[in-house]
């Protein structure tokens, strides 16, 4: 099994790389996506004059009413997505980063930015159906019991097109927020001393200059989340633009709802989604 796996072709051992990294960081950090769900589509918060609910709010309210294991609800459907999901991504960035940029050549920042929005937007059209079952498990307004049985009751009852609502709300979050990590990223780790990227403390690190292109890139992009959020849970056909609309008649606060908990799942998941993906890929004497 191991000769086999010494013999895989590159791409296959990035997306098996980042299957891993995409398991780990999925189990740690679901109950920061259910929660952001929960803030994104709380009828009460978005009445006008309604008292605010924050995060600690939602966190306390789904242990009190659905257990602790609570928090992990929609943990299928993020396995689901996110083990294949991240391991495609990373292997399309490997399969790009090969072709366009031989000899070891490191993208530019603007190329950087393609290379990721690229890689992302692949991984993204690929996995949409269950990233909507995925944030209708977190809303908590429907009674799915199995991801299969979910996919069945949507097709069944809203066709086969309601799996692909929010594509363009997707890719709008997805893309860009990738494109920017990687940007930020590569950037930040070339600034890094010769001493830290060649010590035993590189991947602290690689972590480090995680978290900060996560938060910047979250930041920019949560607008296109809260977006796709509303089209995912409704189940009229919702367009971008009825979302967009609906969300701004309470403003544009409105655009910024579940950003803490987003930025914090989003920037430790890339994070350490990036570092373990780096650390295997050496392991197996590529470079990612």
Excluded at 39 to 47: D, G, I, R, V
Excluded at 122 to 146: D, Q, W
Excluded at 209 to 233: E, F, N, R, W, Y
Aim: hydrophobic share 40%; with cysteine; aromatic share 10%.
């Amino acid at each position: 099994m191991e000769l086999e796996l010494c013999e895989a072709h590159p791409a296959l051992k990035a997306f098996m790389c980042g299957s891993l990294s995409g398991t780990c960081s999925t189990l740690l950090f679901q109950p920061l996506d259910l929660v952001k769900t929960r803030l994104q589509t709380l009828k009460n918060n978005m009445k006008p004059g309604a008292p605010k609910v924050g995060m600690m709010t939602v966190l306390v309210q789904v242990v009190q009413t659905e257990s602790f294991l609570g928090l992990w609800k929609g943990v299928s459907p993020s396995f689901v997505r996110c083990i294949p999901g991240v391991g495609i991504y990373f292997s399309t960035f490997y399969s790009l980063k090969q072709h366009y940029f031989q000899e070891g050549r490191a993208p530019n920042a603007g190329e950087a930015v393609l290379l990721g929005a690229g890689a992302r937007a692949v991984a993204g059209v690929c996995m949409l159906p269950v990233t909507v079952i995925k944030t209708r498990f977190e809303s908590g307004r429907y009674n799915y019991v199995s991801v299969l049985g979910a996919l069945k009751s949507v097709c069944e009852t809203e066709g086969p097109r309601a799996l692909f609502s929010g594509l363009t709300a997707t890719l709008l979050r997805d893309a860009p927020f990738s494109g920017i990590y990687v940007m930020f990223y590569s950037q930040a780790k070339r600034s890094l001393p010769p001493e830290v990227s060649s010590s035993p403390y590189a991947p602290l690190g690689n972590f480090g200059c995680g978290v900060m292109a996560g938060v910047l890139a979250s930041v920019v992009t949560q607008p296109a989340d809260v977006v796709k959020t509303h089209i995912q849970v409704s189940p009229s056909h919702w367009t971008t633009k009825d979302a967009i609309r609906y969300i701004f008649t309470h403003g544009l606060r409105g655009f910024f709802r579940g950003a803490v908990p987003r930025s914090l799942r989003r920037t430790l998941m890339a994070a350490m989604a990036w570092t373990v993906y780096e650390q295997l890929m050496a392991r197996m004497g590529l470079k990612s």
